[in-house]
């Protein structure tokens, strides 16, 4: 190829990059691009926010739970202390169970 080629296949080149169609077809190319990246942004804030969401839920039933755990814990505490009640009072009756058995044995033999 001689000069004068390369000269028109360069002129030819750069008319068509700059033509008006060429320069809608960048035009649009680049407002594609952008359109592109506001959805990825928007996707990606979407995103962030369903997981902000989640996080306060799971910190509530976190919170929640931790409640209901001292509760149980209270209420097992109580229970604990009537149980130990109770068998002391079972213990006191068996013992005076046993004596009036004992009374009453007596007692059948003297009649």
């Known amino acids: 190829m001689t000069s004068p080629d390369i000269t028109t296949v360069i002129v030819t080149v750069l008319t068509v990059l700059t033509s008006s169609a060429a320069w809608k ?3 649009k190319r680049a407002e594609k691009r952008e359109r592109d990246k506001q959805q990825i942004q928007k996707d990606a804030t979407l995103y962030r926010d369903d997981l902000k969401e989640r996080i306060v839920k799971l910190e509530t039933l976190l919170t929640e739970a931790g409640k209901d755990k001292e509760e149980m ?3 097992i505490i109580e229970l604990t ?16 169970n046993e004596i009036l058995r004992q009374e009453n044995q007596f007692l059948r033999e003297k009649i």
Do not use: G, P
């Open 25 to 27: 077809f960048w035009e």
């Open 73 to 75: 814990r209270h209420t």
């Open 81 to 96: 202390a009537q149980v130990s009640k109770l068998q002391v009072e079972v213990e006191f009756m068996r013992k005076e």
